[in-house]
């Protein structure tokens, strides 16, 4: 079910659970800003979600009151998850929905990161 991302934050969502480590995740990566792991329904061979420790429903929350040094290091690592796993040369897709009409279902502002075959066009005209 799609959320509204003018909400405020739910301190109850799954992935503010898995960050208090309450439920496992299968971790690719961590830092102060980030944490990244396997998403449990891949839509690609490869498909990793990238998510920043703090409490951001969406980019859009994210962009206007996340610190200087948060989006720059989430931005980083990111790009580090990407780069770890060889996905640059044969590439990648980034995907980040806010809100309804995109279909976002978790509120916490999350990074898609999809490879592992050729993934075609975003969308069929």
């Not at 503010?16 to 800003?33: C, H, M, N, Q, W």
């Not at 990238?50 to 929350?61: E, H, Q, T």
């Not at 610190?67 to 995907?95: C, H, M, N, Q, T």
């Amino acid at each position: 079910m799609a959320i509204d991302a003018t909400l405020p934050y739910d301190q109850t969502n799954i992935f503010a659970r898995i960050l208090r480590g309450e439920l496992p995740s299968k971790t690719v990566y961590e830092d102060e800003f980030a944490l990244a792991f396997h998403d449990i329904n891949p839509q690609a061979p490869l498909h990793i979600l990238v998510i920043p420790k703090g409490p951001y429903v969406s980019w859009d929350d994210f962009s206007a009151r996340g610190s200087d040094a948060e989006i720059a290091g989430f931005v980083r690592a990111v790009g580090k998850v990407a780069r770890d796993a060889g996905l640059v040369a044969p590439g990648y897709r980034l995907l980040a929905n806010v809100g309804l009409d995109s279909h976002q279902e978790i509120a916490h502002l999350h990074v898609h990161i999809f490879a592992g075959q050729p993934l075609g066009p975003m969308l069929a005209r």
